[in-house]
């Protein structure tokens, strides 16, 4: 398992709690967040209680203010360590329609530009057989995050996104 502090000031300052475990509601330990300090481990941490929200996918490093998780608030309800995160080859296939209808592209690496790549509009379905990863709303891994681990997905819904668009994604690697 991986260690995650978090802190409710900017530049580790303030209340802070330390964690090495899923947890699936923060709210007692504090308040708000607006700085973390990754020691091992990936981790997701989630925007709302019981896993629910907006995600943000951290690998080990310090984050000084929540903009360099690109938060949209200073809301940190939930966490759990990613798994599959020591994987050595990383595969996945999405798909145009759900239940892994239409047509089917292959990822094994990194897409900053997912319709420049492999000219799917929208992923409805995915299905993750090796590693784990973080699918982006916007170009070149920015906008909203969704984490996805080994297993099948079979509407965009099941990952937590609202709408189809999956414009980049990316591999968790080892740290």
């Known amino acids: 398992m991986g260690k995650i502090t978090f802190f409710e000031e900017k530049k580790f300052q303030g209340r802070?709690?330390?964690?090495s475990s899923e947890c699936t509601d923060l709210h007692t330990y504090f308040s708000r967040c607006n700085s973390i300090r990754v020691e091992s481990g990936a981790w997701v941490i989630y925007e709302k209680p019981n896993y629910k929200g907006f995600q943000y996918v951290l690998s080990p490093g310090e984050y000084?203010?929540?903009?360099?998780w690109?938060?949209?608030?200073?809301?940190?309800?939930?966490?759990r360590?990613?798994?599959?995160?020591y994987s050595t080859a990383w595969k996945l296939r999405l798909y145009e329609r759900p239940d892994f209808g239409g047509q089917m592209v292959e990822c094994s690496?990194?897409?900053?530009?997912?319709?420049?790549?492999?000219?799917?509009?929208?992923?409805?379905s995915c299905v993750v057989?090796?590693?784990?990863?973080?699918?982006?709303?916007?170009?070149?891994?920015?906008?909203?995050?969704?984490?996805?681990?080994?297993?099948?997905?079979?509407?965009h819904?099941?990952?937590g996104a609202s709408s189809p668009g999956v414009v980049s994604l990316r591999r968790i690697t080892e740290f």
């Open 16 to 19: 802070c709690y330390n964690c």
């Open 64 to 68: 000084a203010d929540n903009q360099q």
């Open 70 to 79: 690109m938060a949209f608030s200073d809301s940190v309800k939930s966490c």
């Open 81 to 85: 360590p990613v798994k599959n995160v």
């Open 109 to 124: 690496d990194d897409c900053p530009a997912v319709y420049d790549t492999y000219k799917l509009r929208e992923a409805y």
């Open 129 to 155: 057989t090796d590693g784990a990863w973080v699918f982006y709303d916007l170009p070149n891994y920015r906008g909203h995050q969704y984490l996805l681990e080994r297993g099948e997905y079979q509407q």
């Open 157 to 159: 819904s099941d990952w």
